[in-house]
DNA sequence: AGCGACTGTCATCAAACTGTCACCAAAATG
DNA sequence: CATTTTGGTGACAGTTTGATGACAGTCGCT
């Protein structure tokens, strides 16, 4: 999931336009609208990785939102943060304990708003926020120790996983077998020069099978007489 | 836990005294320090459930201190809170990027200030909060020690209710047999790391069993070479 | 003391993972 | 084109790792 997907739920167009750009542009995709039914809905048919919400919306009241939301237990676990007019100091404090993850004053600053949606993110969803890395299709929670190709989870032995993360640190770049002993298998390894071959066979097969027998394009790269690299580019 | 512990890092004595007040009145536990090596030290005796820091203190800034924090494996998920003088935006961004949970501005309600800690403690510890713990088709009720799987009762010995908790708490993170010794049987425990397996296989039994033999999806997964974690996702 | 629930450790079994080889295919080399 | 070099592949035997069932010790309660 290396896009997050943000549900905006804010009346005031002008602003909305504004946040919109500013998280479009920080790699999110967002979703919004000014009306808390049409709120509801949109959550439904997908499920956002963080709802932003202003406290005054019509339809639903933003409070009545966050109740519905965290009453499902399929939404309860979606991070919410509040929007509100200055001062509010009783809307705020009864949104914290409506089960709100966080608010922001209005008026913020665009760059405020960001930090404190990865914050709540890198809190919430700790592989949507930098403890994954990323690559063409190849996604790795590290956290989580899974990896994922396409939006399909991969099934790797410790070794190849240790083999990807090395190749996911420093993407495009060639390593030579020698090189890969040492970093992947430790300084102390022994080891025969070919079993990196072995090993990038096996992780060839993992991660470019697509399940049913298809087969996804290679994306380790062999370069003859120097080594291996991660790479997405087919010509070249 | 029903009584959190917190670290009050403040040097207006005056401040600190109200805030320790309002906190003791709400059933914490608090601890006050106006230096911010101190504070370290403090820290290091007893791990604290919440730690409120001003950002202007004498020894070390707050900000020095929440990268040592975040820094030290074991400090690293201890939730801070910065209290902040008011309109200094640039210290916010930069405290929620280092790692800071939340802020709050000077001069602040301490009925705000309350509902702000007892949010950010329901999203990192919802055991101290009171709340339920959801994840998936798992409940757990914490003040009523009681455990749910797809609605139904499941029983639990005490162990195996603390290691479930830990991974409800941490959802889909992978922890290693040694972190889950020390975080679930106590930093001084001098048992086998086997002793894991053995609980886990316990907890498993409990928790996949529905009722009349039937078996429910294994919601534990383990990750060889690596350790357990709580994961609902199947296939991908 | 007796009982029952809970714990920690072991021995054993099964499955997954690893490293090496021999052999084949492809690419360079002359 | 023949030869040499380099990488791909399937098989295999040894090793590591996790799952499991049994068992004895501990604790709290009656």
Redesign the interface.
Known sequence: MAQPDMLLVEDDAALAELVTWHFTREGYSVRQTGNGEEAMVMVRERLPDIVLLDWMVEGLSGIEICRQLRRA?AT??VPIIMLTARGE?ED??RG??T????YVTKPF?P??LV??V??VLR??R??LAGAAITYADIEM?I????V?RA???VAL??TEYRLLRHFLEHPGRVFSREHLLDSVWGHDSDNELRTVDVHIRRLRKAINDGGGGDELPDIIRTVRSAGYSLDMDLAG
């Open positions: 237990a309860a676990n100091e705020r404090v914290l304990q089960g709100a993850d966080d600053s760059r405020e930090a404190r990865a914050a809190r919430v700790p592989a929670d956290v989580g120790h899974k994922k939006g399909k989870n032995g410790p």
